[in-house]
């Protein structure tokens, strides 16, 4: 048991030493172990609002379960052709809230257009995405004070243009041709804005 203890003794840095090293060994096993992880969808570069997404557009990434979005997207086929509802950043998930489904901008109706809005406001876009529904309204200076008037409901957005720090900014909405006109007219009478509103206000 001396001879044992003797033995301990003369060797302990070296037992120390291999002591040190397996747990470092462990430490990296461990962090090396995929664990419970998910493949997802993500965007391959910065994307424009209402971009109709390509191969070129989209790769994978693995991401913890726990780290993942709510309701990501995971199959990359089933999202080629469909189209962003936002800007978004290379690497950002792709997630149900984050694209279109297919076909909801693909083919316009029939006597539909889609026309763009020049905005007085920058902010006035802000939070808006694709498919969204807005009023537009018309803002002119007039001798007994500014006077707003609603010149379209409920146009649906086609896309929204990554701001780029001016004071104006622009928006593209779907319309029925004659609203299209009328908004052309409008915004060189006046100061366009919108207002968003539900799906189903008229």
Same mark, same amino acid.
Do not use: I, Y
């Given at each position: 048991m001396?001879?044992l203890l003797?033995?301990?003794?003369d !060797? ?5 030493a291999v ?5 470092v060994?462990l430490?990296?096993?461990a962090v090396?172990?995929?664990g419970?992880?998910?493949t997802?969808?993500v965007a391959a ?5 209402g971009h109709?997404?390509t191969?070129a557009?989209v790769t994978v990434a693995r991401l ?10 995971t ?17 950002e998930?792709f997630?149900?809230?984050r ?13 539909h257009?889609?026309?763009t809005?020049?905005?007085a406001?920058?902010?006035?876009? !802000?939070g808006?995405?694709?498919g969204?529904?807005v009023?537009?309204?018309a803002?002119?200076a007039?001798d007994d004070?500014?006077r707003?008037?609603?010149v ?5 957005v ?5 701001p780029?720090?001016?004071e ?6 779907q319309?029925?041709r ?6 052309a007219r ?8 919108v207002v968003?509103?539900s799906p189903?206000?008229?």
């Amino acid at each position: 048991m001396d001879r044992l203890l003797s033995a301990v003794l003369d !060797h302990r840095r070296l037992l120390a030493a291999v002591c040190t090293g397996l747990a470092v060994l462990l430490t990296v096993v461990a962090v090396r172990q995929p664990g419970d992880t998910v493949t997802v969808a993500v965007a391959a570069a910065d994307l424009p609002s209402g971009h109709a997404l390509t191969d070129a557009d989209v790769t994978v990434a693995r991401l913890p379960r726990t780290a993942a979005p709510t309701r990501v997207l995971t199959d990359v086929e089933t999202l080629l052709g469909r189209r962003v509802g936002g800007p978004m950043r290379a690497g950002e998930v792709f997630t149900d809230a984050r694209v279109l489904s297919a076909g909801t901008t693909d083919q316009l109706p029939e006597g539909h257009v889609v026309t763009t809005l020049r905005l007085a406001d920058a902010a006035a876009t !802000h939070g808006l995405r694709v498919g969204d529904r807005v009023d537009v309204v018309a803002v002119a200076a007039r001798d007994d004070g500014p006077r707003a008037t609603v010149v379209a409901t409920s146009a649906q957005v086609a896309a929204v243009p990554a701001p780029d720090g001016a004071e104006e900014a622009t928006l593209a909405v779907q319309t029925p041709r004659e609203t299209a006109l009328t908004l052309a007219r409008a915004g060189l009478e006046a100061q366009l804005s919108v207002v968003a509103v539900s799906p189903g206000t008229a």
